[in-house]
T-cell receptor
Framework: NAGVTQTPKFQVLKTGQSMTLQCAQD?????MSWYRQDPGMGLRLIHY???????DQGEVPNGYNVSRSTTEDFPLRLLSAAPSQTSVYFC???????????FGQGTRLTVV | GQQLNQSPQSMFIQEGEDVSMNCTSS?????WLWYKQDPGEGPVLLIA?????ELTSNGRLTAQFGITRKDSFLNISASIPSDVGIYFC????????????FGKGTKLSVIP
């Protein structure tokens, strides 16, 4: 089973550039989420979705957009990258509201 | 927002020793999850706890959901070199919330 797949694994952007981080899961999970991980900060929730067509903000949503047109995919968009968005980004999915989250392998993003 | 205090931040132990780490919160959680993260990888679920007082084991790992619902601990018995990594606790407050709040992690080093 592929589980949660994130692409790309590494990315370098210039300030002001835009890009989309891809996330796909093949477990038919309704719940998906994006986290960022910074040194000494643990993981912080950016946006999440409880099903196709439904998204909501997490703890640190500014500078990021999401959409959920299918159950499988949950892309994260950076419209105008800033150095403060340099981080490791993780996508996760869950079967329902109460069960554990399965994480992808992460995307390491550097904004210069 | 909600915060989890995870301790210790790091620990160095001899192979074969037992390890204990914990998380505390000022808020009540309905779910406690423990993850391990290896370098360059996403967090992997170790143990999930869903009821106050619950004690659950997974091989050499044991975790408990505190009866106050504000804390949880993870024990690792007879540590081995592959236990090296960063351990995260995460809590979900329930009441319709899907969001996970993560601790800042405990970095474990095992000396052979």
């Amino acid at each position: 089973n592929a589980g949660v797949t994130q692409t790309p694994k590494f990315q370098v952007l210039k300030t002001g550039q835009s890009m989309t981080l891809q996330c796909a899961q093949d477990m038919n999970h309704e719940y998906m989420s994006w986290y960022r991980q910074d040194p000494g900060m643990g993981l912080r929730l950016i946006h999440y979705s409880v099903g196709a067509g439904i998204t909501d903000q997490g703890e640190v949503p500014n500078g990021y957009n999401v959409s959920r047109s299918t159950t499988e995919d949950f892309p994260l968009r950076l419209l105008s990258a800033a150095p403060s968005q340099t981080s490791v980004y993780f996508c996760a999915s869950s079967y329902d509201r109460d069960t554990e989250a399965f994480f992808g392998q992460g995307t390491r993003l550097t904004v210069v | 927002g909600q915060q989890l205090n995870q301790s210790p931040q790091s620990m160095f132990i001899q192979e074969g020793e037992d390890v204990s780490m914990n998380c505390t919160s000022s808020s009540i959680f309905n779910t406690w999850l423990w993850y391990k993260q290896d370098p360059g990888e996403g967090p992997v679920l170790l143990i999930a706890l869903y009821k106050a007082g619950e004690l659950t084991s997974n091989g050499r790992l044991t975790a408990q959901f505190g009866i106050t619902r504000k804390d949880s601990f993870l024990n690792i018995s007879a540590s081995i070199p592959s236990d090296v990594g960063i351990y995260f606790c995460a809590g979900r407050s329930g009441a319709g919330s899907y969001q996970l709040t993560f601790g800042k992690g405990t970095k474990l080093s095992v000396i052979p």
